[in-house]
């Protein structure tokens, strides 16, 4: 029976419409449970019922037009519950609704499941048979299984399901297509859609239109000749090797990109409109469906052949002709999965906004949009991305909203939005030289968190009085091969210089996690407890110390320069990384540098750490806690992953106590303790990071002027008192409310409200 589910888990995942995977569902399940019917009913919020949206087995041309509101009959009574309900005799049941159209009478035994998605009752899955029987609890159990198993495979079809092919014209139907993410960076962007595709990746190849279709059949042609050729070298080269039967498979790779087979079709599809790439994923990935569903598992396995095949011929295709991204000016990024090098593509004039896939708000594609202010959606994950290229697109970074091919009204509430967002940076403006101070005279230094050259006049511009996290990694994450001794002391120098004499906080790399460096891949099952900051670089000592030296060359002369070392768990780290860093020192030294010994301090980031701040503080000039990663850890939420998402909460209890403990643990020893987590860039935190007595609070450039302001809005009393409310209370999405509430009363702005349609 396991074998039957994961078949049709399989196929039901490669199906390409919501059509497709419901008609799959209901024959595969009628045909493995033997049953007479197998019918699938979907909610329909637009009229709030349940609609027969496939069947194998009752008449079809009910299929669309039987609806049943939630309190009608044995569907409705399944959806009440939420739970199976297994009938012998279903029509003596007092919930019984008997509708004609279906032809239903006929049948006698009933098992409706409901299929449940996030919480919610999305549909019910049926069976029934004439024979008056109870379905066995096996059949209950598998049925209950699959339901559980497809549930998200159906939700994800009906939501990219709705957008129509490309070049197909607008309909009325078809605006204001909403999909769901999560807020990345706050802020509205209107534009149009432009998705980069990683290389040789069938799957994220967007549907184009062709141009010139000539000139794309002469450059699949050119790819698919390149391809033959390869196959026939190989061949050629194993011949010795294989025997015979494994030597003709090289022929049926060669049939299978004959003119009468795959590339025929691809040919075909070009003459029809898409440009080469498209018709070829197309052709590709409907050779590969059709090969999946085969019985024979010798055919089922030719999937992969034709999967591989399509993949060389891509990128021979891609390599003819490089991805030439063309940017509107108001360009809206889409990427499957969103990298720093990605942002760096678009001509940052024309970037308005971005979207990923995967990934969540405190991915570091997502942090580094904030720091660079574009809108952001993370976790769009029912995006057809290969159906999004050049649509317009409005992009709602508050709520984590997107609208595809919006309508008039909705572009008319949005552009009142950005003019609004407009005027509040105006008024921002007005404060940029005036002092973080509350309005009882209490000074808060507010430093900013950069990563990119590009940061660093952003800040100075806002105000900001020092560096408070310079993400080292990023100018790591940009290149080919790790950058030498001297191209590392440059970049870290325009840092250094342009603060001078401000602090500049420089972290030793930070890889690992969700930062790979393309030159230094790192595969594991989890990363995120794996080999990440200093555990690498504590196993490389040549990496580490050519970046310690780099940053002192970089800092000779100034002696504003700080280092910081990530995800540090242990007091041996911080020894043996502080014995490094005197190495470095003293190295420099006899070269005749002139310089000092610079702070060195810890970040405290995992919860390890927290319960050694004062064994730590006792070694080092200072410490800064990262929040980001300090939250994931103590809550046990991965912060890249959108589906738990809504778990990921700074303002957890757990949270806030830690952060309490951190900051009078680091007191006790007198070391001065910064935040350079997320949680300082939002004004509430910021309040309450500020009451419990952080002496800096490190943020995003972006940010900086509205956390600055709602300081300059407060006394310190009304922080410490909004604290002294918080921590008395035990549920994260009230303290939310209740930090909201009080924001409002003491006039700080709070983040614009999402249009709701
Ligand atoms: C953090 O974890 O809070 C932090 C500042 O580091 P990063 O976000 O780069 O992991
Ligand atoms: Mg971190």
Redesign the pocket.
């Given at each position: 029976m396991l074998d039957v589910l994961k078949k049709i888990v399989q196929e039901v995942s490669i199906a390409p419409d919501l059509d497709s995977v419901l008609n799959l569902i209901v024959r595969r399940i009628q045909r493995a449970m033997s049953t007479e019917v197998c019918s699938v009913y979907l909610f329909d919020p637009e009229d709030q019922c349940y609609v027969l949206m496939a069947t194998e087995g009752l008449n079809q041309e009910a299929v669309g037009s039987v609806r049943l509101s939630a309190e009608e009959g044995l569907v409705g009574m399944v959806v009440d519950r939420a739970e199976p309900i297994n009938l012998e005799n279903a029509s003596e049941h007092p919930a019984y609704k008997y509708v004609e159209s279906t032809g239903e009478e006929r049948f006698n035994s009933f098992l409706g499941v409901p299929i449940i998605h996030h919480r919610g009752v999305l549909g019910v899955l049926v069976v029934q048979q004439k024979a008056q029987r109870r379905f066995d609890e096996s059949e209950e159990a598998f049925l209950v299984t699959l339901s559980a198993q497809l549930a998200g495979a159906i939700a994800h079809a009906e939501a990219t399901g709705s957008l129509g092919a490309m070049g197909e014209e607008p309909s009325g139907e078809i605006v204001n297509l909403r999909f769901e993410g999560v807020p990345g960076s706050a802020g509205v962007a209107i534009g149009s859609a432009t998705v980069v595709a990683p290389p040789a990746d069938l799957n994220s190849v967007p549907d184009k239109v062709a141009k010139d279709v000539e000139q794309e059949i002469a450059n699949f042609e050119a790819a698919l000749k390149l391809v033959r050729r390869d196959i026939k070298v190989v061949g050629r080269s194993l011949a010795q090797r294989l025997r015979s039967e494994e030597q003709a498979l090289f022929d049926v790779y060669l049939r299978m990109l004959d003119d009468n087979a795959l590339a025929g079709e691809v040919v075909a599809r070009i003459r029809q409109g898409n440009w080469a790439q498209g018709a070829l994923r197309e052709v590709v990935m409907e050779h590969v469906r059709q090969f999946s569903m085969m019985d024979d598992p010798y055919l089922r396995e030719r999937a992969t052949d034709i999967k591989d095949l399509g993949r060389r011929v891509l990128a021979y295709l891609q390599e003819d002709a490089p991805a030439v991204l063309e940017f509107t000016d108001e360009t809206i990024l889409v990427a499957d999965e969103l990298t720093p090098a990605m942002l760096g593509e678009v001509p940052s004039e024309k970037l308005v906004g971005l979207v990923s896939v995967h990934g969540s708000s405190n991915s570091h594609a997502a942090i580094l949009a904030r720091s660079m202010g574009i809108p952001t959606i993370m976790g769009a994950v029912d995006l057809p991305l290969t159906r999004i290229d050049g649509r317009e697109l409005i992009l709602d970074g508050y709520s984590g909203r997107i609208y595809v091919q919006p309508g008039e009204d909705l572009l008319t509430a949005y552009r009142d939005i950005l003019r609004g967002e407009q005027e509040q940076a105006a008024e921002l403006e007005a404060i940029k030289d005036l002092p973080a101070e509350t309005t009882d005279g209490f000074r808060m230094p507010l430093w900013v968190n950069t990563g990119l050259i590009a940061d660093v006049a952003r800040s100075l511009d806002r105000g900001a009085e020092g560096i408070g996290l310079y993400r080292t990694e990023v100018p790591f994450m940009i290149r080919e091969f790790f950058p030498s001794e001297q191209d590392q002391a440059q970049t870290y120098r325009k840092q250094l210089e342009a603060f001078h004499p401000r602090p500049v906080t420089m972290r030793t790399l930070?890889i690992g996690g969700d930062k790979s460096l393309p030159y230094f891949p790192i595969e594991e099952e989890n990363p995120f407890l794996g080999w990440r900051g200093i555990r690498v670089t504590l196993d490389h000592p040549e990496i580490f110390l050519v970046q310690v030296r780099a940053m002192l060359k970089a800092g000779e002369g100034y002696g504003n320069l700080r280092i910081m070392l990530?995800m540090v768990t242990s007091v041996g780290e911080v020894e043996e990384a502080s014995r490094q860093i005197d190495r470095a020192v003293k190295e420099l030294q006899d070269e005749g540098h002139d310089i000092e010994r610079p702070l060195v301090g810890v970040m405290v980031?995992v919860p390890a750490a927290v319960y050694q701040v004062r064994r730590f503080a006792r070694r080092v000039d200072f410490i800064s806690v990262?929040s980001?990663?300090l939250t994931q850890y103590l809550l046990a939420v991965d912060r890249n992953n959108p589906r738990v998402a809504d778990l990921y909460v700074s303002y957890h209890p757990a949270v806030l106590r830690a952060l309490v403990f951190i900051a009078r643990e680091a007191h006790k020893e007198n070391v001065t303790v910064s935040i350079c987590g997320e949680l300082a860039s939002e004004p509430g935190g910021a309040l309450l990071l500020m009451a419990m007595g952080y002496d800096v609070l490190s943020m995003n450039a972006t940010n900086l002027p509205k956390v600055k302001a709602a300081i300059r809005q407060v006394s310190k009393e009304d922080a410490s008192q909004l604290l002294k409310d918080v921590m008395a209370m035990d549920d994260a999405d009230r303290i939310q409310k209740f930090i909201n509430e009080r924001l409002t009363e003491l006039g700080i702005a709070l983040p614009k409200q999402p249009v709701v349609v």
């Amino acid at each position: 029976m396991l074998d039957v589910l994961k078949k049709i888990v399989q196929e039901v995942s490669i199906a390409p419409d919501l059509d497709s995977v419901l008609n799959l569902i209901v024959r595969r399940i009628q045909r493995a449970m033997s049953t007479e019917v197998c019918s699938v009913y979907l909610f329909d919020p637009e009229d709030q019922c349940y609609v027969l949206m496939a069947t194998e087995g009752l008449n079809q041309e009910a299929v669309g037009s039987v609806r049943l509101s939630a309190e009608e009959g044995l569907v409705g009574m399944v959806v009440d519950r939420a739970e199976p309900i297994n009938l012998e005799n279903a029509s003596e049941h007092p919930a019984y609704k008997y509708v004609e159209s279906t032809g239903e009478e006929r049948f006698n035994s009933f098992l409706g499941v409901p299929i449940i998605h996030h919480r919610g009752v999305l549909g019910v899955l049926v069976v029934q048979q004439k024979a008056q029987r109870r379905f066995d609890e096996s059949e209950e159990a598998f049925l209950v299984t699959l339901s559980a198993q497809l549930a998200g495979a159906i939700a994800h079809a009906e939501a990219t399901g709705s957008l129509g092919a490309m070049g197909e014209e607008p309909s009325g139907e078809i605006v204001n297509l909403r999909f769901e993410g999560v807020p990345g960076s706050a802020g509205v962007a209107i534009g149009s859609a432009t998705v980069v595709a990683p290389p040789a990746d069938l799957n994220s190849v967007p549907d184009k239109v062709a141009k010139d279709v000539e000139q794309e059949i002469a450059n699949f042609e050119a790819a698919l000749k390149l391809v033959r050729r390869d196959i026939k070298v190989v061949g050629r080269s194993l011949a010795q090797r294989l025997r015979s039967e494994e030597q003709a498979l090289f022929d049926v790779y060669l049939r299978m990109l004959d003119d009468n087979a795959l590339a025929g079709e691809v040919v075909a599809r070009i003459r029809q409109g898409n440009w080469a790439q498209g018709a070829l994923r197309e052709v590709v990935m409907e050779h590969v469906r059709q090969f999946s569903m085969m019985d024979d598992p010798y055919l089922r396995e030719r999937a992969t052949d034709i999967k591989d095949l399509g993949r060389r011929v891509l990128a021979y295709l891609q390599e003819d002709a490089p991805a030439v991204l063309e940017f509107t000016d108001e360009t809206i990024l889409v990427a499957d999965e969103l990298t720093p090098a990605m942002l760096g593509e678009v001509p940052s004039e024309k970037l308005v906004g971005l979207v990923s896939v995967h990934g969540s708000s405190n991915s570091h594609a997502a942090i580094l949009a904030r720091s660079m202010g574009i809108p952001t959606i993370m976790g769009a994950v029912d995006l057809p991305l290969t159906r999004i290229d050049g649509r317009e697109l409005i992009l709602d970074g508050y709520s984590g909203r997107i609208y595809v091919q919006p309508g008039e009204d909705l572009l008319t509430a949005y552009r009142d939005i950005l003019r609004g967002e407009q005027e509040q940076a105006a008024e921002l403006e007005a404060i940029k030289d005036l002092p973080a101070e509350t309005t009882d005279g209490f000074r808060m230094p507010l430093w900013v968190n950069t990563g990119l050259i590009a940061d660093v006049a952003r800040s100075l511009d806002r105000g900001a009085e020092g560096i408070g996290l310079y993400r080292t990694e990023v100018p790591f994450m940009i290149r080919e091969f790790f950058p030498s001794e001297q191209d590392q002391a440059q970049t870290y120098r325009k840092q250094l210089e342009a603060f001078h004499p401000r602090p500049v906080t420089m972290r030793t790399l930070d890889i690992g996690g969700d930062k790979s460096l393309p030159y230094f891949p790192i595969e594991e099952e989890n990363p995120f407890l794996g080999w990440r900051g200093i555990r690498v670089t504590l196993d490389h000592p040549e990496i580490f110390l050519v970046q310690v030296r780099a940053m002192l060359k970089a800092g000779e002369g100034y002696g504003n320069l700080r280092i910081m070392l990530p995800m540090v768990t242990s007091v041996g780290e911080v020894e043996e990384a502080s014995r490094q860093i005197d190495r470095a020192v003293k190295e420099l030294q006899d070269e005749g540098h002139d310089i000092e010994r610079p702070l060195v301090g810890v970040m405290v980031e995992v919860p390890a750490a927290v319960y050694q701040v004062r064994r730590f503080a006792r070694r080092v000039d200072f410490i800064s806690v990262g929040s980001n990663d300090l939250t994931q850890y103590l809550l046990a939420v991965d912060r890249n992953n959108p589906r738990v998402a809504d778990l990921y909460v700074s303002y957890h209890p757990a949270v806030l106590r830690a952060l309490v403990f951190i900051a009078r643990e680091a007191h006790k020893e007198n070391v001065t303790v910064s935040i350079c987590g997320e949680l300082a860039s939002e004004p509430g935190g910021a309040l309450l990071l500020m009451a419990m007595g952080y002496d800096v609070l490190s943020m995003n450039a972006t940010n900086l002027p509205k956390v600055k302001a709602a300081i300059r809005q407060v006394s310190k009393e009304d922080a410490s008192q909004l604290l002294k409310d918080v921590m008395a209370m035990d549920d994260a999405d009230r303290i939310q409310k209740f930090i909201n509430e009080r924001l409002t009363e003491l006039g700080i702005a709070l983040p614009k409200q999402p249009v709701v349609v």
